[in-house]
């Protein structure tokens, strides 16, 4: 799934059409995910602090990263926030960072 996912991330259509998506629509709207700035900001602010943190070393970096995805997504209580993150992270090529985010909101959509 997760090949799938950044596969369909590169094209733009990540997780249309599958059931969580369709019942996020139901629930709040096609418009409330859409990515915002204040999602891009989140992830701009992540790179960061994980380059800061890993001195640009790629490893470090990664891990870093990946932390910092896994805290902020453990706090986020919306579906459609942590899908707005997703979409953010999989628009700057962070598709191991956005996958923690699409599995926080299909958990939260459970």
Request: glycine share 4%; hydrophobic share 40%; proline share 0%.
């Amino acid at each position: 799934m997760k090949k799938l996912r950044k596969i369909l991330a590169a094209e733009g259509l990540l997780r249309q059409g599958s059931q969580s998506y369709n019942q996020m629509v139901e629930q709040f709207g096609a418009g409330k995910l859409k990515m915002e700035s204040k999602d891009r900001q989140r992830i701009e602010s992540m790179y960061q602090k994980a380059m800061k943190k890993s001195d640009g070393e790629d490893d470090a970096f990664n891990r870093e990263m990946m932390a910092l995805a896994k805290q902020m997504a453990n706090t986020i209580k919306a579906a459609d926030k942590a899908y707005r993150r997703a979409e953010a992270a999989a628009n700057e090529n962070f598709h191991d960072v956005a996958d923690v985010f699409y599995d926080r909101a299909d958990e939260l959509m459970k």
